[in-house]
């Protein structure tokens, strides 16, 4: 099928691109000599990490269990979920994956560690756990390397629970006193540290620097490798996705309106919301809920109704999550329809 015989909005992913960025990361991460464990909350697709695990990552990231079931349904082996898994009956969703694939959970309390090891007791299973540091962003993790510390030693104590190492985000120049710092804490107490966890998209070789044995990166999957904001980066040599789109009405000389609204691209902001290929004099101005609003007022084409438009959404990763399905594609032939089998996975 030519992607002109597909009906829109269709999500779109351009192989040539995609395999040209997974197989970019996993080079520069053998060449830095870390370790990668990609990141799927972007594609949220089990075919594409598949491939990443093909090219050379050791293992995936989930962010919520529901990306993690979806995964390992899929066949994916080696995972780590990097949240806090709290209530009895995620713990048990947890147990249950620990039974069909290897996994790893990250925490930063004694209350979590507690309700994993006694569902993992229950269940006759080991988890593997890291303690998430908190080193500048603010988000979840212990506060100190005394505290990474104090943690690590009830974590050991609780039947169930494998204590494997350390994680952070993101991983910076400002992480490497408190990395150091943890790392002879628990060496000293006799602790082992199989794991040293970094991540963000850019930053692999600040995980290197800092200490990491490993770094999580997601979104060069589709925005190329480095993580860089702004729609002046949107282009179709370093982005992979697409939205097809289709011009359904031309109301005025210097405004179109496309089938494809806030609920097609997400209305993240800043705009324009995507970058039209072959048209960089458009924008995407404004999202109604199923209408993309376009300023042609600087563009000598003169569009019509029906014609076909290829946009690369501004937030690429939070427009996939909106969709079923992920059209590959290459050189305008579809190759594949691939299932988003994490999408609207957030429990």
Request: with cysteine.
């Amino acid at each position: 099928m030519h992607i002109s015989e597909l009906d829109t909005p269709a999500l779109t992913v351009d192989l040539d691109v995609l395999e040209r960025n997974i197989n970019n990361m996993a080079a520069l991460c053998r060449e830095i000599g870390i370790n990668l464990r990609v990141h799927t909350k972007t594609h949220k697709a089990p075919e594409i990490a598949k491939m990443q695990v093909a090219a050379g990552s050791q293992g995936i990231t989930c962010q919520k269990l529901g990306e993690a079931e979806a995964m390992v349904d899929a066949g994916l082996e080696d995972i780590l979920i990097p949240y806090n898994i709290v209530g009895k009956r995620k713990v048990r969703r947890l147990t249950q994956l620990v039974k069909r694939a290897k996994m790893t959970v990250a925490l930063d309390s004694e209350t979590t560690a507690e309700g994993i090891s006694e569902q993992a007791q229950a269940d006759g299973c080991s988890m593997r756990v890291l303690i998430e540091m908190d080193t500048g962003s603010r988000r979840c993790g212990v506060q100190s390397p005394q505290a990474v510390l104090e943690l690590a030693q009830k974590v050991t104590n609780m039947p169930g629970l494998d204590f494997q190492g350390i994680m952070t985000y993101p991983s910076n120049v400002r992480a490497k006193p408190f990395i150091e710092e943890a790392v002879d804490l628990l060496s000293e107490a006799g602790m082992p540290i199989n794991i040293i966890s970094g991540g963000g998209t850019g930053s692999e070789q600040a995980s290197k620097d800092i200490g990491c044995t490993e770094t999580r990166s997601g979104s060069y999957v589709y925005e190329g490798m480095t993580r860089i904001s702004g729609s002046a980066t949107l282009n179709p040599e370093r982005c992979a996705l697409r939205m097809i789109v289709t011009v359904v009405s031309t109301p005025t000389d210097d405004r179109i309106i496309i089938d494809g609204g806030a609920k097609t691209f997400t209305s993240y902001p800043p705009t324009p919301y995507g970058h039209v290929v072959g048209h960089p004099d458009i924008k995407i101005h404004g999202m109604s809920v199923e209408h993309g609003h376009i300023d042609v007022s600087e563009s000598q084409h003169k569009f019509r109704v029906g014609e076909r438009l290829a946009v690369i959404p501004l937030h690429q990763g939070m427009t996939s999550n909106l969709h079923n399905e992920l059209v590959a594609v290459r050189n305008e032939q579809v190759e594949a329809v691939w299932q988003i089998a994490g999408r609207g996975k957030v429990k």
